[in-house]
Every structure is written in C-alpha cells, then in structure tokens.
C-alpha cells in the first residue's frame, strides 16, 4: 500500500475540517501547478504526513497544539524542513502556522490527492472485498468503474473476511454494497421495519 492509499485508509475528518483543508489542498495545487511542480508537491507532502507526522507522535502533537506559539512551532519549521523540501510546500507550512491551522494537514493530503487525481481525469477507488481479488477481478471492476464515471479508476483493496462474501466498492459519497454481510443487514432493517408497522397497527 503506497502513502496515498495510507492516508486514504487512516484519515477520517468532519465536514468544517474538509471544507478549510480543501480550500488550503486547493491553493497548494495552483501554486504548485504555476510552476509544473504539481506531483512533486504532493509526493513529498504524503511523505511528510505518512513519514514524519505519523510516525513521530510528538512532533505532529506539537504541530497541532493551540499552547504553542506560532513562533516556536515557525522555528521548528524551519529547523525540519527548510531546504530539503519543495520550496512551494515549505512556505505552504508557513501558511498553514500562520492561520494556525498545521493540524489540518494530514486532511490537506488526502484531499490535494483527491482534486490531483481528478485534474488528471482520474479517481480514487476504495475498494473491500471478503477475499483477495486476482487481476482479471480487478480489471473487470476497473472496466464497470470507467463506464460509470468516465474516469480512470485507481484501486486501494483490501480485506475484510467479515463481509462473509461480495465486495463494498466507494468513490467520493457514492457507496456500492454486494456484500452478503450488507444484504443481510438490508433484510434485518426491512424485516425490523415491517415488525414496527405490525406492531403500530
């Protein structure tokens, strides 16, 4: 699984959170885009989310917190990434401290993915399945994806053997369930359903 599809899997934030941090993915991706630096910002933003902010606790806690200034955390900053970042997405996190808003950044990643795979005539696909899927399963999900939504899909799969059978497919709010486990619920929630109206007469 690649950083992308980590941060895909790992990041779940509200509505208010999404909408700042696609404001902020958005602006990044212009800036970068000026300058043709586009996948080389995005790469190295997952990078610095998947690579240092979760995996050293500390830093991304110190980054995030509203007791420190401004002024320490720019400090930081600079110490960490001056120079050996993308110049773009160092003044990006200059920004973001300024309006005191580096919590937003691992939210900032997936959704610059998400608008860069989009520019590109691409999506990203969440894909589980109750079981491994071969590449023939693949390609043929790939095909009735293309046909749907006239983009390229790109596939994050995993596992879950709790699904009993099927697969559960997502992109953006669309949701496809075929999963015996979802069409068992389906029937409770009728069956329930029914009960209810039974009852109430």
Known sequence: MNASEQLHHATVFDDATRHVARIYAEALLSAADKRQ?????????EELVGEVLNRDSAFNLFLASAVVSR????????RAFEGKINEILYHFLLVLNDHDRLGILPETAVLARDLFERRAGRMHVEVTAAV????????RLRRQLRDKFHREPILSVRVDPDLLGGLVVKVDDWVYDSSVRG???RIRNQLIEKGSLLYAH
């Open 37 to 45: 630096q586009a996948q080389e910002v995005l790469e190295q933003l």
């Open 71 to 78: 002024e320490h955390k720019r400090e930081a900053l600079h």
């Open 132 to 139: 491994t899927l071969d590449e023939e399963q693949r390609e």
């Open 183 to 185: 069409r068992l619920e």
